[in-house]
T-cell receptor, first 115, second 113 residues
C-alpha cells in the first residue's frame, strides 16, 4: 500500500482480555517496528523485525506481549491478559533495510484503552 | 544502553518567535539522527542527519548535527500556530539484528497567536 496501515484505530477492552493489533507495512519494506506511546511519554521501543532474521524482542515489557510477522509483511502484536497500564497508542513503523533518506514511515497507530 | 535526551521538555512561544530544540545522545554504532513532528498519533518525518556540520533546511525549519559533541538542534524561525506539536528526536544505530531507533522523550511546543 501507499503507507503503513494499522488496525483497529481504536480499541477499548476489559482488563484481563487479550487483544491483537495489526500492522500492514509499506510493500517492499523489510524492517518493521512496534512502538508504544503512553500518555505524555516519548516513544518506547517494543520489538523489531528485519527480513527473515530473528526479531529483536528486547523492548517487550512483559511476557504478556508477543508479536509475529507472517511472510515478511503483515505483523500482529498480541497483548494477553491486558492491564490498565497497557493503555497507550501503539505505533508501527516500517523502513527499507538500509533506511532511506525519508527515514521511517509510521502508521496512524492504535489507541488501546483498557478499562 | 543507548540514550537520547531532549530539551526543553516543553516550550510556549508567540507567533513570530524563533525556537531552538535540543537533542543529545549516547549510542553505540551511530548511523543517523532523525527529527519528527508529532501532532496527533503518527510522527511525520522532518530530517535525517548523518554528517556533522551540514545544515538541513526545509522552509522555516533547519537542523544540524554535531557528532563530536553528540547533539543536534532543530530551529524553527517565524513560528506559526501550526508549528504547535511534539518534536521527537530519534537516533538510529546499527545493532546485531539490524538498524534500531531510540527516541527521546520529545519537546512539546505550543505557539500562541
Amino acid at each position: 500500500g501507499a503507507g503503513v496501515s494499522q488496525s483497529p484505530s481504536n480499541k477499548v477492552t476489559e482488563k484481563g482480555k487479550d487483544v491483537e493489533l495489526r500492522c500492514d507495512p509499506i510493500s517492499g519494506h523489510t524492517a518493521l517496528y512496534w512502538y508504544r506511546q503512553s500518555l505524555g511519554q516519548g516513544l518506547e521501543f517494543l520489538i523489531y523485525f528485519q527480513g527473515n532474521s530473528a526479531p529483536d524482542k528486547s523492548g517487550l515489557p512483559s511476557d504478556r506481549f508477543s508479536a509475529e510477522r507472517t511472510g515478511g509483511s503483515v505483523s500482529t502484536l498480541t497483548i494477553q491478559r491486558t492491564q490498565q497500564e497497557d493503555s497507550a497508542v501503539y505505533l508501527c513503523a516500517s523502513s527499507l533495510f538500509l533506511s532511506s533518506v525519508y527515514g521511517y514511515t509510521f502508521g496512524s497507530g492504535t489507541r488501546l484503552t483498557v478499562v | 544502553e543507548d540514550k537520547v535526551v531532549q530539551s526543553p521538555l516543553s516550550l510556549v512561544v508567540h507567533e513570530g518567535d524563533t525556537v531552538t530544540l535540543n537533542c543529545s545522545y549516547e549510542v553505540t554504532n551511530f548511523r543517523s539522527l532523525l527529527w519528527y513532528k508529532q501532532e496527533k498519533k503518527a510522527p511525520t518525518f522532518l530530517f535525517m542527519l548523518t554528517s556533522s556540520g551540514i545544515e538541513k533546511k526545509s522552509g522555516r525549519l533547519s537542523s544540524i548535527l554535531d557528532k563530536k559533541e553528540l547533539f543536534s538542534i532543530l530551529n524553527i524561525t517565524a513560528t506559526q500556530t501550526g508549528d504547535s506539536a511534539v518534536y521527537l528526536c530519534a537516533v538510529e544505530a546499527v545493532g546485531n539484528a539490524g538498524n534500531m531507533l531510540t527516541f527521546g522523550g520529545g519537546t512539546r511546543l505550543m505557539v500562541k497567536p
